[in-house]
């Protein structure tokens, strides 16, 4: 039984920070773990992606310099810090895990196979 539950949203103030924590259950294998959000009345939206395999990470021009995605060391636990919070990143925010394909995309959210519930993000 595969789950994934985040944790870590709430309110804060433009310029604050946060950091939300997705922990994994149940999944053997994956290529990459990824963050997506999605604001009211908007598509959702590739935030940040990580290969699991080595590390590397990918990031949203929106997002790039002031958040950053990582793993614990078992690779249970995907974590996005949060710096310099704006109003416009205020959203559901969404951890989600791919396991491996051929022409997987990070940032296709498609190519997730499995979705946490959400945790919200409102920045004021």
């Known amino acids: 039984h595969v789950q994934l539950v985040e944790s870590g949203g709430g309110s804060v103030q433009a310029g604050g920070s946060l950091r939300l924590s997705c922990a994994a259950s149940g999944i053997t294998i994956t290529s990459h773990m990824g963050w997506f959000r999605q604001a009211p009345g908007k598509e959702r939206e590739w935030v940040a992606s990580l290969n699991t395999a080595d590390s590397s990470t990918n990031y949203a021009d929106s997002v790039k310099g002031r958040f950053t995605i990582s793993q614990d060391n078992a690779k249970t636990t995907l974590y996005l810090q949060m710096n310099s919070l704006k109003p416009e990143d205020t959203a559901m925010y969404y951890c989600?895990?791919?396991?491996?394909?051929?022409?997987?995309?990070?940032?296709?959210?498609?190519?997730?196979?499995?979705w946490g519930q959400g945790t919200q993000v409102t920045v004021s």
């Open positions: 989600a895990a791919a396991t491996p394909r051929a022409g997987l995309r990070w940032d296709r959210r498609e190519d997730y196979d499995y």
